[in-house]
């Protein structure tokens, strides 16, 4: 190897970094083809991906208490399509790349769309701009995901992420409906900043819990027991309002990391050549684990 990079670390591990992106693009031409598509984890996926589109089209015909049961149902179904791929080894960068694709549509567009119909249409242009805005920025949030996977810390996320931005509105449709308010003005005075808040939390870098770290295999502490068992219980109880007070924690979870003073940092991984072969596995996302 050229003396440059035996005494500089930094440009040895970006060359190594060079070959093994060279390496998997090409591999993501080939082995998608040889493996086809694993047909559970793809199943669900497109559960949630038509639950998004029922969302949409249950929001335009006025039934928004519907189209919000619907964004949960794909919530569901984001987080049930990683977990069904990680315990059949069926992961596949086809399932990660259709997992981002069905996010922006039942994450991104139909929230935005609900909200829009729900609340923000007597803004006229006003409203119409802060809805795009929110798709632009589920997008470009999921984007920045899957560009920055295995070069963050893995126990936060950057950002809201897309499916909490999208459970936080299908949330203030659950508690406004229950409570059986008529305040027009009132819901456009919430709904606006709300989802106008909730697009820019996407593409900041406010830190937020992620859950891909908890195991599910071992005991778990008492407290924990507890506190899972009570909130099932307020699930099936009042579900409208567990999940409006649940989404908005966890949306006021990162603001509240941030005032603690945790940042988010960027790692750089350093490869080693006996590395090469698990980084794919590393730096590639289940199929549907993301949560962006």
Known sequence: MNSRYRSNPR???ARLRLIS????????????????????????T???????????????????VRAAVLIAIAFICDGLDGRVARLSRTSSLFGVEYDSLSDVVAFGVAPAVLAYTWALRPLK???????????????FRLARFNVQTGSVDKRRF?????????????????GYHYFYFDAPQMLVAVVAP?????GVLMISRVPYPSFKSIDFYH??????TAGVTVVLTCLIAVPQITACVLATAYVLSGPFLMLAGER?????????????DNQKARETSPLGSRQS
Request: hydrophobic share 55%; no cysteine; proline share 7%.
């Open 21 to 44: 992106e060279l390496r998997d693009r090409r591999e993501r031409v080939v082995a998608p083809l040889k493996r086809g598509i694993f047909l559970v984890p793809v199943t669900i």
């Open 219 to 224: 005991r778990a502490p008492l407290a924990v």
């Open 264 to 276: 988010m940092t960027t790692r750089i991984p350093v490869l080693r050549p006996k590395d090469e």
């Open 46 to 64: 497109s559960l949630g991906l038509l639950a998004g589109f029922y969302s949409l089209i249950s929001a335009i015909n006025g039934h928004f």
């Open 194 to 198: 709300v989802t106008a808040a909730l």
């Open 125 to 139: 242009l006003g409203g119409v701009i802060i809805a795009g805005l929110y798709v632009v920025f589920a997008a």
């Open 158 to 174: 950057v950002g809201l992420p897309v499916p909490g931005a999208a459970a936080m509105i299908a949330g203030l449709v659950f």
């Open 11 to 13: 440009a040895r591990a």
